[in-house]
């Protein structure tokens, strides 16, 4: 994902109202089946684009919903062009590296690149070619659409198979599926090695929903059919799912090993392919790793851990621990890490439910970002992957301290430091990196609340 410093394109889905407290949508609905594993028929993007419906040429001024979402997400929504890369030069090439005989027909390419379902379930509009659709994220609309048009409320549109995506929980689990993998959507070093961008070490589910153009708006009407959540809600529930799409692959038969190595995608990427000058590694990095040893990509594992320090206290000690012990299984065997991957994920199977229903507070936030920061400064700031998830964390409060009308000048002046050294990817230094966090760390402790 490419960095943005989101203070500066702040997008209409977080414009609120004074007073008005978003609602979490708790409801049997939760547990609804992902797009893609549902059986309803998917009807294609023709069935939603009518210009009364949501193909108008403008945002409509009268409506509670802009009616021209087709056209953001056709001219300005990467997912639209999600299917188009797998005829580019680079999908080609990637192609042939993997020895398919085309991308576009390859179900391991077009599972995440398309709105791929059984021919059984294809309407007769649907189109594979149209890329991330829709329906790839809000279900398959057979049995929702019609009810839709006809004025449905939004939960009568849940019951009837559409797919909650203002819940924090049921979007981070769409978004991972392809942009971390699974069971379902494996994606593997053997890919990445063919020369497919990096995906699992980037990913964070509030900055990747704000990267791309809102076909929403957030009124008062929005907040009374769906509710809201915060920048920093929505940070730490997709912080706590990609830990457990993490800790699920390190427990599920993808993890395996792959002659002299195992499973690559699960350790990280920047451990590895970096320039070898300046040396990066710093002890403490990576549990009780030594140099020269490949650790895992568990950046998020890191962020939860702080997520869960604040918010579930009685389970950080066990979390810390259980952590170091993962961390030294690396260096034993593949074996020994699905065994230590099991109690954390326990934990955090656990703590999920009661985040995602917590409203944090101002307070609280800013407790995990100081504790963020303060990891940063004395260890993680070593390793880019959690540098980069660190600066993430603390740009989702800076967003959700700008829709309160908070401001500091120095927390943002911290912010643009850091910005600069997760920018220069490749050039990264994390002497750079400290700086800027210690001088975060200052602010954070005006803006508490």
Known sequence: MQLTRRGKILRERVIRSAGIVAVLVTSAVAAAPLPFEGKDRHEGVASCAGSNCHGASHPAADSHILQSEYLTWERKDAHSNAYKLLLSPAGKRIAANLGLKSAESAAECLTCHADYVPEA????????????????????????????????????NLANGLYPLEEPAARAKVCLHCHFGSDEKKIDHRIMGAGHPALSVDFELDSNTSSQPAHFKVDDDYRKRKGFESDVKVWAVGQIASSQFL????????????????????????????????????????GTL?????????????????????????????????????????????????????????IVNDAASAIAQHKITRSEAAAIMGKLASAGVERDAASYSAAKQIYYALDAFRAWLAQEGVKSAAFDKSMDQMFGAVDATIKYDPETMRAALRNARSALTSIGG
């Open 121 to 156: 379930q294809r309407g007769r509009r649907y189109q594979v070619s149209e890329g991330v659709t829709c329906e790839a994220c809000h279900g398959g609309a057979q049995n929702w659409i019609g009810p839709h048009i006809n004025g449905a409320t939004h939960q009568e």
């Open 247 to 286: 800790l699920d692959g390190l427990t599920s038969d993808r993890f395996k090993d792959h002659g002299l190595f195992p499973e690559l995608i699960f350790f990280d990427c920047n451990a590895c392919h970096h320039p070898m000058q300046p040396p990066r590694w710093a002890s403490g990095v990576g």
């Open 290 to 346: 030594g140099p020269g040893e490949v650790r895992l990509a568990d950046a998020s594992l890191v962020i939860s851990g702080a997520i869960i320090e604040v918010l579930q206290p009685n389970s950080a000690k066990q979390w810390s621990e259980s952590l170091a012990d993962l961390r030294r299984a690396c260096d034993q065997s593949v074996v020994k890490i699905r065994e230590a991957a099991g109690p954390l994920k326990k």
